[in-house]
């Protein structure tokens, strides 16, 4: 057996979240012949326990061809080696349906890749597979070979590839299928303790995305597993788009003549979506109606490009909400972080103040984040939204993410309270 498999004693199945010893890991054949699963269906390749294990470890499945892939004895499906090497960071994406969540992960990831050298961590994919569609993402809006022609991502769907389906006898399950990163120190960061350490310092990032479908308030939703990630997650984001909001549209179209600020919208209650995932976490975690979250919840504001005259004393393109200290540590700045906190809350107050109560009455760890994924406005052609891959310039966001990490105590991301630079 591959000395790797005895890193973790226990590990998460990051699909259907079943607590799980390594040894009880199946493994997924790799001849084509071998194909038919009772869980997954006829193209799926064959699930095993091992009993051959060729020299470097791997099992060897029943045609003897070595399998490099493991499953998860509850539900079959696949779970990426890293979380077998690496303590895992659960995080989930929340927002209503088209509050611009996609782009936010997009741009994100896409500047956690950039900017993660300065905070001394390697960054990268973990499975290309699993992380295929945000890679896909990527490439469309930020290593477009036309940068001049508008592009655009599509939203997420209740049954797409974010999906996957198991099937239990008679009985179908949709989990979530998580994008998963792996966080490695490098050998300058403080958290460093050498090669031989550095398994016990590194750490598995996995995020979810729900269609906002997912919190419509009903009993069949409420009981899918598609969203029970929420109770178990280290931290929450929540994408809210002030342009969907009435009152919020009305303070924008002052200043902006933003083209998302037209007439034509639908009204979206946005607050519903802490409120429906309050409901299920309190369901799934046994809570009662009075208890709180006890992880952050961390609010996204979107779109800061066409609101951010609404804060005119924040410059928001011009701060960083990354400080180093004298040894040469850095991190968040939580003294930044957590006055952009008080002064967006303030005006959610005055604007939004139903997306406030539900946060507050939901969680007692609030922070309110701007951010702009694309940094410019979107434009309309033959009817079809898109964005010119030229125009993009991201504003703090990858800063829910990198904070959301800041807050787990993995110790990979520092807290800063002082600019003692």
Known sequence: MNTTLDIQSRLTCPNCWVDLSPADLLWVSSHPDLRGDNYLGTDAQKRFLPSRFDSDGFALDANGMRSQSLACPECHLAIPRILVDFKPIFVSVIGASSSGKSYFLTSAIWELRRKCQALRLSFADADPVANQIISEHEQKLFLSDKPSELVAISRTETDGELYQQVNYGTRQELYARPFVFSLKPTPDHIGYKGEKELRLVSRALCLYDNAGE???????????????????SEALIYVFDPLQHPRFRQLCRKHSQDPQLNDDFQVVRQDEVIVEAAKRIRLKANLAEHEQFNKPLIVAVNKLDVWQHLLPNIDFNNLHPFQATGDGVTGIYANMINEASRVLRELLVQAA????????????????????????????????????PSSLKPVWAEVPLLYALSRTNCGLVPTISNNSQ
């Open 214 to 232: 997912h919190f419509r308030p009903n009993l069949e939703a409420a009981l899918s597993p598609a969203t029970d990630h929420l109770a178990l």
């Open 353 to 388: 103040p139903e997306v406030v109560a539900a946060c507050d009455s939901f969680c007692n760890d609030v922070t309110y984040i701007p951010i702009s994924p694309q940094g410019c406005s979107p434009e309309v052609k033959e009817g079809n939204w898109g964005v010119r």
